[in-house]
């Protein structure tokens, strides 16, 4: 039997990531109480027979555990901390509180001790592995909070992911998951600019591609994201948006820590060079079209 069998849980933000990552939650026997800005989404999973939650705090107000998979920190800001409708109006003593998307590391410290003041428990769990790993259940997870509010997590990120980690206190998780998007930043550059070379210089990207596979330069990213790039196909499994955004959250603590991450400011500026020219929409991937318009 399901370790959250029965378990009543809220979740907010039903995007890309988000709406998998419900149905997984209610596959493994949660009873699922659902809110997103657009209620196309809602409507399709109470179809599915989650029930509507009608605010983030009605959310919380029914739920044990409220997870949060918004895009930004002005949106999670906003369903967190509304005095009349974010999720603070409605919790009760020991709510558990997730938020599983890229948050900057000052504004969950911040929404951690407003939520803890109002004697609810909080976890900051990003994750990393895209629509691939919200649909398969194996996303990597990286927390940050206290002992007691990870191990009531746990039984959820069982659902959800195949590597979990307990990085550290409050915010230690969005600090791995930083140091995760600067890395996924500049491998997907590199990738894009190893195949354009190899495309200009006369060799079959795909082959070299393929000649790659298993030495130093193999990764996730050469086998997922260079096929993306070779096949010209860019659905978003991460929106290249969202990448930037995550780049330039990184490059903001950097800043506030004192130290230069040159490299990925190079990155977050090709980024918005793909943006400007309307790729915003396309995956990450698409970061080859600011390098190779062809």
């Not at 967190?80 to 997730?98: N, R």
């Not at 190893?194 to 006369?202: D, E, S, V």
Request: charged share 20%; glycine share 14%.
């Amino acid at each position: 039997m399901s370790a959250i069998k029965g378990m009543k849980i809220g979740f907010i933000g039903l995007g890309l990531m988000g709406k998998p990552m419900a149905r997984n939650l209610a596959k493994a026997g949660a009873e699922m109480i659902v809110h997103n800005r657009s209620q196309a989404s809602v409507e399709e999973l109470a179809a599915e027979g989650m029930t509507p939650g009608g605010s983030p705090a009605k959310v919380a107000a029914a739920a044990d555990i409220v997870i949060c998979m918004l895009t930004d920190t002005p949106a999670v800001e906003k369903v967190m901390l509304d005095e009349s409708d974010g999720i603070i109006a409605g919790i009760t003593p020991g709510t558990l509180v997730i938020d599983m998307g890229t948050t900057k590391v000052p504004a969950t410290r911040a929404m951690a001790a407003a939520i803890e003041k109002n004697g609810g428990l909080y976890v900051d769990a990003p994750v990393s592995g895209g629509t691939i790993g919200a649909e398969g259940g194996t996303l990597t997870i990286m927390a940050g909070g206290s002992d007691e509010a990870f191990k009531r997590a746990r039984p959820v990120f069982e659902v959800l992911g195949q590597k979990i980690t307990h990085v550290g206190g409050v915010g230690t998780g969005q600090v791995a998951k930083a140091a995760n998007q600067v890395i996924v930043g500049l491998n997907i550059g590199a990738v894009a600019e190893a195949l354009t070379l190899a495309k200009h210089a006369g060799a079959d990207p795909a082959r070299v591609r393929e000649a790659l596979g298993g030495g130093f330069a193999d990764s996730r990213v050469l086998e997922v994201h260079g096929q993306r790039m070779i096949d010209d196909l860019f659905t978003p499994g991460a929106r290249a948006t969202v990448q930037r955004k995550d780049m330039d959250q990184a490059l903001e603590l950097a800043a506030e820590l004192g130290i230069a991450l040159p490299a990925t400011a190079l990155s977050r500026d090709l980024y918005d060079r793909l943006i400007a020219n309307g790729g915003g929409d396309l995956d990450h991937a698409g970061l080859i079209k600011a390098i190779d318009p062809e």
